[in-house]
């Protein structure tokens, strides 16, 4: 579904005195809303028509307020001088430092190695299965709340995944993309600075972002980590980012079930392996959480493994695309 025209961006003189559109010389206010294909939950909701010949001024300042956009849209560099797209990025900052020192502090533990489990109760008697999953809860309730709370701004991404995920389909430009990666990075710096000053010590595990190498080779790593990405991306596009499905979950639902897939692949890919305690799906966070601790020889595969699970993913939406431009009928 896309909004043939929002009235809001039209000049304001011609905008018709009513109750539903009163002029801004203290008459009423509207809330603050920017069309955004790549929006997590509400995308349908503020989307432009790309063939309204009214939405042109707007598209041309951003070019991703609409679905199905050219090479030469989606790599326009001008959008690096956007201010909005600045403030955005750092939304998405603030959202990833918030999400990152959370959902590390509940599972980070001393460092120890790890050995099978022994007792009758097998790995569910042990740190190995409770620490992800009160990492699995942490996501499950947090990720939701804080979609709801940034995505009117910024879309509500809060992960490098999902901005290279919508990269991929066509539904977010480089610049936006380049923007909201490095805010999410640095935010989850931030997280990771704040961690280590919380914990005092840097000889700490965090769940979701450690292999023991001697027991775990890091390309299986890597292969769990992408898997485990490629599923959070599908699902993530198809409860809250297709338009498809907004008759059926609708932007409140989406980004409930959102944080039902995140919980779920964290929690359930932390403990069939002694040696690998569960996958990242965000390589914001395993960052912050290096930075509290230090840089293992590893910790490529937090940024391969959901780079690849995204190129994935959008050659499949290439084939069978979100959106469908009426003109190439």
Aim: aromatic share 12%.
């Amino acid at each position: 579904m896309t909004i043939t025209y929002l009235p809001e961006y039209e000049p304001e003189e011609t905008i018709p005195t009513t109750p539903h559109h009163p002029l801004h010389h203290g008459h009423g206010l509207e809330p603050a809303n920017s069309p955004f294909a790549g929006r997590i939950g509400g995308n349908q909701e503020f989307v432009l028509d790309r063939n309204d010949s009214k939405n042109l001024a707007v598209l041309e300042r951003v070019p991703d307020a609409a679905p199905c956009m050219s090479m030469q849209e989606m790599f326009d560099l001008r959008g690096f001088g956007s201010v909005d797209l600045w403030k955005f990025a750092m939304l998405e900052c603030v959202a990833s430092m918030l999400n990152t020192f959370i959902s590390a502090w509940v599972t980070t533990h001393p460092y120890a190695p790890m050995t099978a489990a022994t007792g009758s109760a097998g790995v569910y008697a042990t740190v190995t299965f409770f620490s992800p999953t009160f990492g699995g809860l942490t996501n499950l309730l947090l990720t939701p709340l804080l979609i709801y709370t940034f995505s009117p701004s910024s879309g509500g991404h809060i992960n490098p995944l999902i901005t290279f995920a919508t990269f991929f389909a066509r539904i977010i430009s480089l610049p936006r993309a380049v923007l909201y990666v490095l805010g999410q990075t640095l935010g989850g710096a931030l997280a990771g600075f704040a961690l280590h000053a919380a914990y005092g010590e840097r000889d700490i595990t965090v769940g979701g972002c450690y292999i023991d190498t001697a027991q775990v080779p890091v390309g299986s790593g890597l292969v769990v980590e992408f898997f485990a990405c490629l599923i959070v991306v599908w699902l993530c596009f198809g409860v809250a980012l297709d338009p498809r499905q907004a008759r059926v979950f609708g932007p409140a639902v989406g980004p409930w079930l959102v944080g039902v897939v995140v919980g779920v692949v964290t929690w359930g890919t932390a403990f069939t392996r002694v040696g690998y305690i569960g996958a990242s799906v965000n390589p914001a966070r395993c960052f912050g959480a290096y930075v509290a601790s230090s840089f293992p020889g590893y910790h490529w595969i937090h940024w391969v493994g959901p780079l690849a699970a995204a190129a994935a993913h959008g050659l499949v939406y290439f084939v069978d695309p979100l959106w469908k431009d009426p003109k190439s009928k």
